[in-house]
């Protein structure tokens, strides 16, 4: 029996929504949500987000901790100027709620914990925000852990949580946050494994068998993680789907998502695109010294169903596909987010 009451509910477990909040909150805009992504929303069927708070180190505008205040700000700000469209949820319930009234569910999660610095008190100070879920690393290397690079050599410098990392952890799992290892490296995202009790997800990542960026997750992780109950979202974005131009086709990403099935069950994949092209118009990357487009596969949520076709086509099931559009991350959402 279902806690909802529509027949299928789609989670996006990554997306730089609250970024882009803020990005447009200084040109003095507000009502962003309503009028920049909710048609599209509503046009996919998706039901909740998980907005990441991504904090850019080179922003001239703030340090990281004021952009992370702000980012949240901006999101308080959203729901007080367009009221009953959306919620930012902070339980399973509140979810269902939500979801049930029609409206869109957003959660909120770290992407690198630098707004935290040094100070684990301040994780209690950002989970009474609003702040349930805790990605530790970007691309780079902070006061807790090494960030995954997106190139394929071991460029990261290898190491693991720091003791203070590990702090992190262990309080946000006490507080009842989602941990999230996507970006981290692999040494670090098997030291968070070894310290949680109860599943561990990735919101947004894809199999390095297929593309061997460090940015993905080799078939051990994969399956390490399945072993928790996790979730691994897959990942749309060209450059992790992968870089020559077959590989960033909607094919190549169900290839993704077959991979990941066959490792550790269709029950711990689920689906986190982050849509880059709002935030990052015409964007590259270099890559093993070439530079590469950065685009999104699925170019929006309304075109959801190419994706289910193709799904539908290699033989998934309705109830597969159930699982990997939500109901897999919702089950996770039950258990960590009391
Ligand atoms: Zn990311």
């Given at each position: 029996m279902s806690d909802f009451n529509i027949p299928r509910i789609i989670v996006d477990?990554?997306?730089d929504m609250c970024m882009y909040l803020r990005q447009e909150h200084q040109n003095g805009r507000n009502g962003v949500i309503k009028s920049d992504y909710l048609e599209d929303i509503k046009a996919g069927g998706v039901n909740v987000i998980v907005s990441a708070i991504y904090t850019d180190a080179?922003?001239?505008?703030?340090?990281w901790l004021q952009q992370a205040c702000e980012q949240i700000a901006a999101l308080y700000a959203e729901q007080e100027a367009t009221p009953g469209l959306f919620r930012l949820c902070t339980s399973y319930d509140e979810i269902v709620a939500t979801v049930n009234a029609g409206e869109l569910a957003i959660l909120l999660s770290f992407e690198g914990c630098e707004p935290l610095g040094n100070n684990p008190e301040l994780l209690p100070l950002f989970h009474r925000l609003g702040v349930r879920g805790l990605g530790l690393a970007h691309a780079r290397r902070n006061l807790a852990c090494d960030g995954a690079r997106y190139t394929s050599g071991k460029y990261d410098m290898g190491g693991g949580l720091t003791a203070l990392g590990a702090e992190f952890v262990t309080t946000a799992q006490r507080l009842g946050m989602l941990l999230d290892v996507s970006h981290l490296n692999d040494a670090g995202t098997a030291d968070v494994l070894e310290l949680a009790t109860g599943p561990v997800i990735a919101s947004h990542s894809n199999c390095r068998a297929l593309?061997?960026?460090?940015r993905n997750l080799p078939d051990s992780l994969i399956k390490a993680i399945g072993d928790t109950g996790g979730v691994i979202g897959i990942n749309g974005c060209s450059i992790i789907c992968g870089v020559q131009p077959h590989e960033t086709t909607l094919s190549y990403l169900v290839d993704h998502i077959d991979h990941m099935v066959e490792v550790t069950?269709?029950?711990h994949v689920g689906l986190?695109?982050?849509?880059a092209e709002r935030i990052m118009p015409g964007a590259s990357i270099t890559v093993n010294g070439t530079s590469v487009p950065v685009f999104?596969?699925?170019?929006?949520?309304?075109?959801?169903p190419q994706l289910t076709a193709e799904l539908q086509k290699r033989g998934y099931t309705e109830e597969m596909i159930d699982g990997i559009y939500g109901k897999n991350f919702l089950r996770v959402y039950k258990e960590i987010l009391k």
């Open positions: 477990s990554h997306l080179t922003d001239i505008n703030g340090g593309n061997p960026t460090q069950g269709w029950q986190g695109f982050d849509l999104d596969i699925v170019k929006n949520y309304a075109a959801l």
